[in-house]
């Protein structure tokens, strides 16, 4: 069977944030670093299933490197119908420990969350935060050496790329990146 998140990856946002009449969006909390062992087992039953990634910098061994990470570690989205899946397999799937329930059936997730975090993620599933970037904004690097630090977004181009005024140091200092290895500070 093909896998249901590599066809999620496929299509465009107006897709990706249809289901199927009587579908509703579930959460599953996952085993420790399983989310995407769960993701792939459960879209190969059949299950409509999204995992909310974001770019993370990974520091080891002196050493940095940049991966996709879960945006919520041990948690995913899985849709189904309830009234006519069979969801009671999805808490027996390698990887999830269990499905959110009230009382003795699942909860919902409110309407329009999984939707809006669908609609501002890119094809791979990975959340883009950049959107909403304008000059004169405080920003926080989200990947990269730099990673956590604040600074104002200076300059956007239509290439992608942004430059970014970090204060290192007692000193100003101008930084150029991608636009999507920032986010817009809280």
């Given at each position: 069977?093909a896998?249901?998140?590599?066809?999620?990856?496929?299509?465009?946002?107006?897709?990706r944030?249809?289901?199927?009449?009587?579908q509703?969006?579930?959460?599953?909390?996952t085993l420790?670093?399983?989310?995407?062992?769960?993701?792939?087992?459960?879209?190969?039953?059949?299950?409509?299933v999204f995992?909310p990634?974001?770019?993370?910098t990974?520091?080891?061994?002196r050493?940095m490197?940049?991966?996709n990470?879960p945006?919520f570690?041990?948690?995913l989205f899985?849709?189904?119908?309830?009234d006519r899946?069979?969801?009671?397999?999805?808490?027996?799937?390698?990887?999830?420990?269990?499905?959110?329930?009230a009382?003795?059936?699942?909860?919902?997730v409110?309407?329009?969350?999984?939707?809006t975090?669908?609609q501002?993620?890119?094809?791979?599933?990975?959340?883009?935060f950049d959107?909403?970037l304008?000059p004169?904004?405080q920003?926080?690097?989200?990947a990269?050496?730099?990673?956590?630090t604040?600074?104002?977004l200076d300059?956007?181009?239509?290439?992608?790329?942004v430059?970014?005024?970090l204060?290192i140091?007692?000193s100003?200092?101008?930084?150029r990146?991608?636009?999507?290895?920032?986010?817009p500070?809280?």
């Amino acid at each position: 069977m093909a896998s249901m998140t590599a066809d999620l990856g496929a299509m465009d946002g107006a897709e990706r944030r249809l289901l199927a009449p009587g579908q509703r969006w579930y959460l599953a909390h996952t085993l420790p670093h399983k989310e995407t062992t769960a993701e792939m087992r459960l879209a190969d039953q059949g299950f409509h299933v999204f995992l909310p990634r974001r770019l993370k910098t990974v520091r080891h061994a002196r050493r940095m490197r940049t991966v996709n990470a879960p945006l919520f570690p041990r948690y995913l989205f899985v849709a189904f119908d309830i009234d006519r899946a069979q969801w009671r397999s999805i808490n027996g799937t390698i990887g999830v420990a269990t499905l959110f329930m009230a009382r003795e059936r699942p909860l919902a997730v409110p309407d329009g969350v999984v939707e809006t975090l669908i609609q501002s993620s890119d094809r791979g599933g990975c959340l883009r935060f950049d959107s909403e970037l304008t000059p004169g904004q405080q920003v926080r690097l989200i990947a990269g050496p730099f990673t956590e630090t604040l600074g104002v977004l200076d300059h956007l181009d239509a290439r992608g790329r942004v430059e970014v005024l970090l204060n290192i140091m007692g000193s100003v200092t101008r930084v150029r990146l991608h636009r999507e290895l920032l986010e817009p500070a809280a």
